[in-house]
């Protein structure tokens, strides 16, 4: 099964409606509720990464017979330095983006500590690929 989604940067609003969909399939197709919960937390910090700091992008999650594989594609600044990025409270999010609640710098450790693969791309003035795995 394949699910995919737009992304749109800058509308907080609909941060979460990915994740949303995607745990109630999940639930519809009775996986753990502990598998469950640590995808949606990795979804939706994805999500919100792509909000704050992209111009856009898509997410397409399969989920197969053995665990789900989500893919989250962006068009923006990029990550400059992927291993202080994924730093815990290192954070290149803007003042406006903190003042909203956003931007504490756990977006990418989340991901990486809720899934059981996680992979950074990423291209300065490019943009960023995320692709991450959890099992059933």
């Known amino acids: ?30 996986v753990d509720t502990k598998v ?14 792509v909000v704050a700091h992209s111009v856009g992008g898509k997410m397409i999650a399969e989920i197969d017979g053995t665990g789900i594989t989500v893919v989250v594609q962006d068009s923006g600044p990029g990550i400059e330095d992927i291993q202080k990025a994924m730093q815990e409270g290192f954070s290149t999010a803007t003042k406006a983006v903190r003042n909203m609640g956003f931007g504490a710098g756990m977006g990418l450790p989340n991901i990486n500590r809720n899934t059981d693969d996680f992979t950074i791309e990423s291209e300065v003035g490019e943009g960023t690929k995320l692709t991450f795995r959890n099992n059933f």
Not at 8 to 23: E, L, V
Not at 40 to 49: P, T
């Open 36 to 49: 469950i919960k640590r995808i949606v937390v990795a979804i939706y910090e994805a999500e919100v990464n």
């Open 1 to 30: 099964m394949k699910l995919e989604f737009d992304i749109a940067s800058g509308d907080f609003s609909k941060a979460g409606r990915a994740s949303s969909r995607i745990k109630k399939m999940l639930k519809q197709l009775q």
